[in-house]
């Protein structure tokens, strides 16, 4: 049983837990001085114990009246995951290793939970939007930074159909370089938790991933085996396990995205949209093909670790191999697709420790990376809508208000209001449709709004509305397929937000 408290989650409320980031950094705390408790939003979210595969620790999670969850556990390091009926889906964090070092650098290594802590910034019917921050450390018992101050924070903003936009700002370390030259900086991989007690092949669906694009090209990747891991990660071996998207499907190298979707039996499936654009998703050209697009590896060979999430111990090492006997005692974990956007030419050769640092190669610090991604209830068609929503916003012809563009880190068209109101055309671009588009309207004072969308004011189960700092958050419930008139109206008598 958990023990939660609530964050409160109606309109107006903005909640962050910023003055208690230092005791969670350095303990496993609970910072619970601020949280308080609504109900009936169908967006809900608490910091309290929670237990998982036998161990009890504090959370932060988000509910969403739906068959899954969104959970950052300290035994995870706050790692960001959908649990979907025990089976937990990340889509992965910043990470490094150097030419110096047989060491990893990443979050998951943070075991004493120095560097790393989570808090909720706004939490309402309209939306959550979490804040992770951390370091990429060694696994020593006195964790090392890469590069002195390599960090990253990520924020993932969760509307309540479950689609989330995660936004991951990287500040490679600009210290002492004594780790050598980075081979490598990683932003997205899919990885799964699996729970105490199951069993791989009751997990893992026999058709594996299906890779597409919105245009409707694709190649599913299906898993050769599993093993019980002999994988060495230094070891020549571990690259035979893996393929290059752009090798085995080289019409991929053409794609302005790329959709990962499906993975698991009997449970609804995750799925993931990087964008090919530069400006959403910077990358440096693949070493693999020389193409213009981040690198996508598939993992061949499937194995099993039990270095994450519930490693107990003075020393921790990456790469512990686990057993399914091992599952009756513990969560292990597992990956099966990785995105590399920065990886060094000469990676693949296991370049020498003599290799010149080249701080030019690396990205620049505050370096911003954006994925879309979610549990698909059930049309397996819906993932490639989603995309084509969130890359391909339709035009926007204002009629009250001022419009300020589109923002991709939130999945929503902003607004001034102008005369405690805003109205506007939204046209989906052609042969394209915008799936339960959001809305937001800076610094809004106007009450609780009365809101349409096509012709008639909307009932209120068709939408939610919220406020946070000032700004007015409204999520729509539909499909826009064609040229739509909505309309955000101000009720200055009713009770502010």
């Keep these: 049983m958990h023990r939660r408290k609530f964050l409160r989650t109606g309109l107006g409320t903005t909640l962050a837990l910023a003055s208690d980031r230092a005791s969670a950094r350095s303990s496993r705390e609970t910072p619970a001085s601020k949280l308080g408790k609504r109900t009936g939003s169908g967006m809900s979210a608490y910091f309290g114990d929670y237990t998982y595969s036998g161990s009890t620790t504090p959370a ?12 950052c556990w300290a035994d995870a390091q706050y790692v960001p995951f959908w649990d979907i009926d025990g089976v937990w889906v990340t889509t992965e964090w910043f990470e490094t290793l150097g030419t110096k ?3 990893d650098f990443e979050p998951i290594s943070d075991k004493k939970l120095r560097y790393t802590s989570v808090e909720i910034l706004e939490i309402g019917p309209a939306r959550a939007v979490v804040h992770w921050r951390y370091a990429l450390c060694d696994t020593r018992p006195e964790a090392r930074i890469f590069h002195d ?4 924070e990520e924020f993932h903003t969760i509307y309540p159909d479950g689609v989330t936009v995660r936004k991951v700002v990287g500040y490679p370390g600009n210290g002492e370089p004594r780790e ?3 081979k490598m900086w990683e932003v997205g991989e899919l ?3 699996l729970p105490q007690g199951s069993q791989l092949l009751e997990v893992l669906g026999q058709d594996g991933v299906k890779i597409s694009n919105i245009a409707g090209d694709s190649y599913q990747h299906r898993f050769s085996s599993y093993a019980v891991a002999t994988i060495d990660f230094e070891q020549p071996n571990l690259a035979d396990s893996i393929r290059r998207l752009c090798q085995v499907h080289p019409p991929s190298r053409e794609w302005t995205e790329f959709i990962w979707q499906g993975g698991l039996r009997d449970r609804p499936e995750p799925f993931v949209v990087v964008p090919n654009k530069q400006e959403w998703f910077p990358h440096a050209r693949c070493r693999t093909c020389g193409g213009d697009h981040p690198e996508t590896s598939l993992v061949q060979w499937l194995a099993i670790w039990k270095h994450f999430p519930q490693w107990s111990g003075d020393e921790y090492h990456i790469g512990i191999p686990a057993t399914e006997a091992d599952l009756a005692r513990r969560s292990v974990s ?3 697709l990785f995105v590399d956007p920065w990886v060094h030419p000469v990676a693949a050769s296991n370049p020498s420790p003599s290799l010149p640092f ?3 190669w690396n990205p620049p610090r505050g370096t911003t990376w954006l994925l879309l991604y979610g549990v698909n209830p059930g049309d397996t068609d819906h993932p490639r809508r989603l995309a084509a929503s969130w890359l391909h916003p339709g035009e926007v012809k204002t009629l009250a208000g001022r419009y300020l563009g589109y923002e991709p880190a939130e999945r929503a068209y902003r607004f001034q209001a ?6 506007f055309e939204l046209a989906p671009a052609p042969g394209l449709g915008q799936i339960n588009p959001v809305v937001v309207v800076e610094d809004w004072a106007y009450g609780n709004p009365k809101i349409s969308l096509g012709r008639g004011e909307l009932p209120v189960g068709s939408y939610k509305a919220s406020r946070a700092r000032n700004r007015l958050v409204v999520w729509f419930e539909a499909e826009i397929k064609n040229l739509t008139p909505i309309s955000i109206e101000g009720r200055t008598e009713a009770p502010v937000l």
């Design 60 to 71: 932060l999670v988000v509910e969403l009246g739906k068959p899954w969850k969104f959970v």
């Design 101 to 103: 070092t047989p060491y």
């Design 149 to 152: 101050n390599t960090t990253a």
């Design 180 to 182: 050598g030259q980075p």
């Design 191 to 193: 990885l799964l938790v």
């Design 334 to 336: 597992l990956s099966y």
């Design 358 to 360: 080249d701080p030019q």
């Design 418 to 423: 102008t005369g405690y109101r805003v109205d």
